[in-house]
C-alpha cells in the first residue's frame, strides 16, 4: 500500500472518533517519551504495547522522533504521534513486525 499524505489536522479528526485516543487528542503536551506513550495504549488501544514496540515506532516510523539518551530517552512530537496513529488506525501503515 503506498504512503498517503496527511496533515496534523487530518489525523486529529480521525483519532477523535476513537476514545482510546482521547489521551492524544485533548493533549496539550508538545511531545511524548516512550513510557508516556506505551502507559496509554495499555489502557485502549494496544493492550500489548511494549517499550520494544514503540521505540521500533520510532526508529521507522515516527517521523522527528528524537532519542536523547540518559533518563530522558525518545521524545516523540504530538504531531509524528497524531499522524502514525491515525494512519494506523484508518489501516494506511502495517505494524505487525515491530514485535
Do not use: H
Given at each position: 500500500?503506498?504512503?498517503?499524505?496527511?496533515?496534523?489536522?487530518?489525523?486529529?479528526?480521525?483519532?477523535?472518533?476513537?476514545?482510546?485516543?482521547?489521551?492524544?487528542?485533548?493533549?496539550?503536551?508538545?511531545?511524548?517519551?516512550?513510557?508516556?506513550?506505551?502507559?496509554?495504549?495499555?489502557?485502549?488501544?494496544?493492550?500489548?504495547a511494549s517499550?520494544?514496540?514503540?521505540?521500533?515506532?520510532?526508529?521507522?516510523?515516527?517521523?522527528?522522533?528524537?532519542?536523547f539518551g540518559?533518563?530522558?530517552?525518545?521524545?516523540?512530537?504530538?504531531?509524528?504521534?497524531?499522524?502514525?496513529?491515525?494512519?494506523?488506525?484508518?489501516?494506511?501503515?502495517?505494524?505487525s513486525n515491530?514485535?
Amino acid at each position: 500500500m503506498s504512503e498517503v499524505e496527511m496533515t496534523a489536522e487530518e489525523a486529529l479528526a480521525i483519532l477523535k472518533q476513537y476514545k482510546s485516543f482521547n489521551w492524544l487528542t485533548n493533549s496539550t503536551l508538545d511531545t511524548w517519551g516512550i513510557k508516556d506513550i506505551v502507559d496509554q495504549l495499555k489502557q485502549g488501544y494496544i493492550p500489548s504495547a511494549s517499550n520494544y514496540m514503540v521505540t521500533n515506532w520510532c526508529k521507522r516510523d515516527l517521523p522527528g522522533a528524537v532519542f536523547f539518551g540518559g533518563p530522558i530517552g525518545w521524545r516523540i512530537p504530538r504531531e509524528s504521534l497524531l499522524i502514525f496513529f491515525a494512519k494506523l488506525a484508518s489501516g494506511q501503515i502495517d505494524t505487525s513486525n515491530t514485535g
